[in-house]
């Protein structure tokens, strides 16, 4: 079974923090995926990587960053957290692009005070 | 750009009944996959069934069946004889075809409830 695992299930943080969120597949996967949960939206796209070092915004990039040095692993940084960044944040792999199905992580629910 | 909208925010049924989440959608794309997801309180978010949008047949998985109406832009989930373990929020979500990378959008959700 594909495995898609997130650092922390809960993390509380302060305004100006730099804060960093992990994400590790174990499947050996192309693709990963950040993505922000917020009651009444669904799940928004901030950050996507289709290869190591490579990336591409989503549709939410403002006040995020990420990084990709190994394949398996994928960071999404808040470079200066604020309150309106408290979120549930759900990291996803998948093995290639083309209808392939997301694996989803547990998911890191950030409070920002 | 492509919206989903679930207009459903939350659902209930009672236990071995059957119930349909209701999900559209607007894109100018002729070749996309539209998914179900599942996101039980324990919050792992899983593949529930997935539909190419070339196939006319309806995808189904054992209790879950789709109604993919594509000139209508619909594409509603349906699951029989509902259990308690169905109770969750329930994302569609669209894919466009192509080299998209697989990117995903997906509507507000709609949390099902499955009453004993």
């Known amino acids: 079974d594909v495995k898609v695992t997130q650092s922390s299930r809960y993390l509380v943080k302060r305004t100006g923090e730099k804060v960093f969120l992990e994400c590790v597949q174990d499947?050996?996967?192309?693709?990963m995926f950040w993505y922000r949960q917020d009651p009444g939206l669904g799940l928004r796209l901030i950050y996507f990587?289709?290869?190591?070092?490579?990336?591409e915004k989503g549709d939410i990039p403002e006040g995020y960053s990420v990084s990709r040095e190994k394949k398996e692993r994928f960071s999404l940084i808040l470079e200066s957290a604020s309150t309106n960044q408290t979120s549930m944040y759900l990291c996803?792999?998948?093995?290639?692009?083309?209808?392939?199905?997301?694996?989803f992580g547990p998911g890191t629910r950030l409070t920002v005070l | 750009a492509q919206t989903v909208t679930q207009s459903q925010p939350e659902m209930s049924v009672q236990e071995a009944e059957t119930v349909t989440l209701s999900c559209t959608y607007d894109?100018?794309?002729?070749?996309?996959?539209l998914f179900w997801y599942k996101q039980p309180p324990s919050r792992q978010m899983i593949l529930v069934i997935r539909?190419?949008?070339?196939?006319?047949q309806n995808a189904t998985e054992n209790r879950f069946s789709v109604n993919f109406q594509k000139a209508a832009k619909s594409f509603s989930l349906k699951i029989s004889d509902s259990q308690l373990g169905d109770t969750a929020m329930y994302f569609c979500?669209?894919?466009?075809?192509?080299?998209?990378?697989?990117?995903?959008?997906f509507g507000q959700g709609t949390i099902l409830t499955v009453h004993p």
């Open positions: 996803a792999s998948s093995l290639t692009g083309y209808g392939d199905t997301q694996y």
């Open positions: 990587s289709y290869d190591v070092k490579m990336k």
């Open positions: 499947m050996d996967h192309e693709n």
């Open positions: 539909q190419e949008a070339y196939k006319q």
């Open positions: 894109t100018s794309e002729s070749n996309y996959y």
């Open positions: 979500a669209f894919r466009a075809g192509g080299t998209s990378y697989g990117k995903l959008t």
